[in-house]
């Protein structure tokens, strides 16, 4: 009885310890784990808090069948302003060996990558984010899901 109650609030402890502070997180399924040049992704995210620092995260879900070791995208992004900026992001997922870098089991790896750190948003409203793959390929073979993460910064 008392070795269960300890491993319970060694559990609690640990679920605790991994929660994150999540201001947003979206995914969207690539049909048929091909994602096309032309084939944009968009997310769209309500920001009220300009106060607080933020982690910008690049979550993406590739199979093993994908052919390269990275993948590069285009982020578009629309400020509640209409002005806009746009980013060339390279994504590693697998390393000089061809390990895939994700988590995960078997043919799936799920990768999350830190795209921008402690970044404020300047004004309040509605933010866009598009993802266009930037790869030479027109269709991508393997990758199954491409999302974000918004997550407050840890100051620890």
Known sequence: ??????L?????????????????????????????QRSNISFNVEVKDTMSSYDFYIDLRNEASYEFANIFM????????????????????ADKTGRWLGNG?????????????NIRFPNAGTYSFEFEQGMR???LNGIMDVGISIEKHNTK
């Open 1 to 6: 009885m008392r070795t269960e109650r300890l």
């Open 8 to 36: 319970t609030v060694v559990l609690m402890l640990g679920l605790l310890s991994g929660c994150k502070d999540v201001m947003f997180q979206g995914s969207e399924q690539i049909p048929n784990n091909i994602w096309e």
């Open 74 to 93: 285009f982020v578009n992004t629309t400020f509640p302003s209409g002005k806009t900026a746009k980013d060339t992001v390279e994504c590693i997922l």
């Open 105 to 117: 089991l078997g043919d799936i790896k799920d990768n999350h990558i830190l795209f921008k750190e």
């Open 137 to 139: 390929d027109e269709k």
